[in-house]
């Protein structure tokens, strides 16, 4: 029986032979690459899936995690080209085409991005972080109407999830809709009373309802808690790498 990939040198050769040309044997070297990979070693992990993809080259899992090494390097065009070629080998994975849609937002390409999103749920609808990236999306394209029905279904899906909540209060702001807004707002600070980015934004909703002495006290609250953000707010942009600003600058 083959050798596993040494984990020592992260090299995928083998003196009994090559483990890599024979059906199921590539998974050893993934996992390998998974343990460069949380041990902190991202240069081993690339080096060795570099390797995998030179023998095996239509390896999906090899490709889509060199891609977003590239991603999280500053090579977005060559992380672009490697996610949609693992998205193109392995069409049932809604995580290459979530990561894939990331990739495009930081290029502005959003409505690629938002067609990538949309196969996600088309392949899971009960992804609420889908729907949430979604309503992202079709906010960063000023589609009001499907941002806010995608931050809906989000919090129905994750009823929680605090980053949900602030942006549909803003997407509801911008419609017109400031006490759907408001409720929104307070919502979120029911689940997180330290939110900042709540506070302020409550803060010019209520100073834009002309209700002035409730914006002032929002404004103090925020202000007391400094750039304190909500704790889940970057929950998506750790994973993806990509600014998700409740609050507008």
Not at 186 to 194: D, F, G, K, S, Y
């Amino acid at each position: 029986m083959a050798k596993k990939a040494s984990a020592a040198t992260g090299s995928l050769k083998n003196p009994v032979g090559d483990p890599l040309r024979e059906a199921g044997t590539v998974e050893p070297a993934l996992r390998e690459v998974m343990r460069h990979l949380e041990g902190g070693r991202p240069e081993q992990a690339r080096t060795l899936c570099k390797e995998i993809i030179a023998r095996v080259p239509r390896q999906p899992f090899a490709l889509h995690m060199l891609g977003m090494l590239e991603f999280h390097s500053g090579n977005i065009r060559e992380a672009e080209r490697l996610v949609a070629q693992a998205a193109a080998l392995k069409p049932d994975s809604a995580m290459f085409f979530a990561d894939l849609a990331a990739i495009l937002r930081t290029q502005g390409r959003i409505s690629e991005a938002i067609v990538a999103c949309r196969k996600v749920l088309s392949l899971n609808p009960q992804d609420g972080d889908a729907w949430y990236r979604l309503g992202c999306f079709l906010r960063d394209s000023n589609e009001l109407d499907g941002c806010i029905e995608a931050f809906h279904e989000a919090i129905r899906l994750r009823p929680n999830f605090v980053p949900a909540h602030l942006n549909l209060g803003i997407a509801l702001g911008e419609s017109g809709d400031l006490d759907a807004a408001e409720i929104v707002y307070q919502r979120a600070l029911e689940l997180e009373p330290e939110a900042a980015n709540a506070h302020y934004n409550l803060g010019i909703l209520l100073h834009k309802k002309d209700e002035y002495p409730a914006a002032e006290n929002a404004f103090k609250k925020a202000l007391r808690l400094g750039r304190k953000i909500s704790r889940h707010a970057t929950t998506w942009e750790s994973q993806s790498s990509i600014r998700v600003a409740p609050v507008r600058q």
